[in-house]
């Protein structure tokens, strides 16, 4: 049994991790922190404004915000537990100076940008597809309030497609979270897309890397893809 | 039975033209003229340079190029033949230039920047579905030879969707001619998408607009919806 | 300013209805009735087991089961209040029911099996471009826990297309509730597809049925087409 | 210089071989056979019903029929020519019976059910994708003409994916030749799809097997997979 702590569990993904560790098996629900937004309960744990009770958890899920992360992940490093990171703002700038606050392992530190499994896998058959294919475009699609363009998903799927595919920034309500990556050759197209239809998407990726985050090579990983690799060799 | 003669018989879309002619049974295939390929045969009539035979006709199809195209349509008139034409670059000024070239009728002219019957109903229904929407934006698709961008089916349907709506414009090998138009609203989005397979297409359309060209209650008319609005109601 | 009351407040349409109407500028909230969840609290109006307050409203928002829906129509009408209705199970028979019970208006009653506007608009758009095409297939997909198939609004677009477009089902985890038509013609094909990706999507035609209501030229009206049709002329 | 001989010369798929081949740089076109289609010249080379000049090609490309094909091999296999099979009708039976036809190589033959590159990778893409995500279902979609449903490759890739994905045969006129597979996951999907427009999507397949089936492990290989994971490793 594995015991999960969250950090952030005042928020509305801190929240949701919560909900969704407390319920699967093979994970127990330890201490909820936040500090900013402490007092509430979600199955049966208090959201505590105390770091100290996250020692005793073996992983925990961080979900804050860039001015207060390194600091939290300082901490937990100091505390031996394991962290998995979905706080956003991890550029390799970032990436670097975590190398050096979190030093060697175990405990080991995992940097996840998009939990989404099926957008990890979207990437992968892409790169997998483009070298048989004489060109590709990108079609990115989100709901009219996502302020940047193009997005991240999609700029990060243009680079590992190499060559300098164009991107199509769509911004309608009614959307949720969607990329299509079309490819061109002889007389034939193929077409990658994912949706996103609820924030739940997110839930397995999370899963996925608090159980394996323990187990990974090195003590500093970035991306679900260093989940998804030592799960499918 | 409706005699129809070609113009530009020799060229790519009038000999598929002719062939289609010949094969349906409400019409008959008369003169084939085309002063700068002449000498082939279709359905066992000869391409020939002379422009009087066309006299015997009771529709002519035109699909030449822009400079001979108004000179050809002024004989048409004179030879008080019905015609239909496909040739591009009718803008607004040589619309106009046309009406005064044509005058009254019968017989009349039929002007078609689009033949397939499909994107015209693509427009149709996107004009119809708009005002149940918060915001569209258009994605047309094309073959990477095709130079200009948007295209012209696309500009046409942001103009009848009205509003600003964005157009995308994907260029890559293995693609024909397709448009999408997605409309978002609360919660739920619309698509409509045209994909043209095959020039074939544009046979339906030509066939309609020969057998509807005489009916027309106007000596001179613009687009397939003339004729797609008579049959529909 | 038009006096809204909700029948079902306690459920999980009936509350979002409350809290839509409460966010209208032209709409005011006011009863909320529900016997069987009394107590809670939408934007300060309690929900009660008492339903003589309805009668203070202009139209009343019926969102509750087959069983006491019948029971409630006789209720508001009696009580002089227009009724929007949104409980499912109106067959035919039940529809002639309503007829008898509620007699001549006014107050009218509109009964609605889908409250998308995206989902009327795409029968709409389906039956109009049928006659252009030589066949059409319905492709709806819905998330894995919907049991019935084919879903209702295949049914009754298939009915509405006419001829016997064949109609595929999918089920899967991730989709939430979409349908595809697909027309086909020489060369070409038309694709409308709606995608509903959140509840939401059904509260701007519970607005319009509540706002247009009280103007029907009939006592017992049903679907929302009947709303968008005098929207549209 | 690779020197290439077309056996089946005279039919749809034989001669626009041979026009491909006399396109590329690095490939000579060499004989062209078709006892019951002799007498044709393409680029030069003249079809004949005499198979002795096809021993001075280093491959040969067969796009013949079932009952015809196997004498063909044996034939090339006796004047050591390498072969490229395009022909159908190789099911598992008749790939066994080659195996004894052939014996050891060099030369090498090479039997390929599908040259699209597109669903090639379309396959490998899906199989991949497959183990993170619920469920899948395969919709493939084709012109009114094709007689048999689901098509080989919706079956092969359900194969490939595991499971038993339901499959779903669309079958309209101005399809040509696509299929989607649809993966459903927690809160998103994953879609692939392939989309044949036209015939010389197949070129590129038979080029690329024309340059690599010297070069193969084993004397007799199915599928263009073989080719294609030489090359991507």
Redesign the interface.
């Known amino acids: 049994m594995t015991v999960v702590a969250v950090s952030g569990a005042g928020g509305r993904m801190g929240s949701l991790v919560a909900e969704t560790v407390a319920g699967r098996e093979d994970l127990e629900l330890g201490a909820l922190y936040d500090p900013e937004n402490p007092g509430g309960e979600i199955a049966g744990v208090v959201v505590g404004d105390d770091p100290s009770p996250v020692a005793a958890a073996d992983v925990v899920v961080e979900f804050t915000r860039p001015d207060v992360v390194m600091e939290n992940l300082a901490r937990w490093r100091a505390l031996d537990v394991n962290a998995v990171v979905g706080t956003s703002g991890f550029d390799e700038a970032r990436i670097a100076e975590l190398g050096t606050v979190w030093g060697s392992g175990p405990p080991n530190v995992l940097v996840v940008p998009n939990f989404?499994?099926?957008?990890v896998?979207?990437m992968?058959?892409a790169e997998?597809?483009a070298?048989?294919?004489?060109?590709?475009?990108i079609?990115e699609?989100h709901h009219?309030k996502k302020v940047d363009a193009p997005s991240g998903t999609a700029i990060a799927t243009a680079r590992r497609i190499g060559g300098d595919p164009?991107i199509?920034s769509?911004?309608?309500?009614?959307?949720?979270a969607h990329q299509v990556v079309?490819?061109?050759?002889?007389?034939?197209?193929?077409?990658?897309?994912?949706?996103?239809?609820?924030?739940?998407?997110?839930?397995?990726g999370v899963v996925l890397a608090v159980r394996a985050v323990a187990g990974l090579d090195e003590p500093v990983s970035f991306g679900l893809e260093a989940v998804?690799s030592s799960e499918?060799g």
Chains 1, 2, 3, 4 share one sequence.
């Open positions: 989404s499994i099926g957008a896998v979207m992968q058959l997998r597809a070298p048989y294919f004489d060109g590709a475009e079609i699609m009219e164009p199509h769509v911004r309608l309500p009614g959307l949720v079309l490819f061109g050759g002889t007389g034939e197209t193929l077409t990658i897309r994912h949706d996103t239809t609820d924030r739940s998407a997110f839930m397995p998804l499918q």
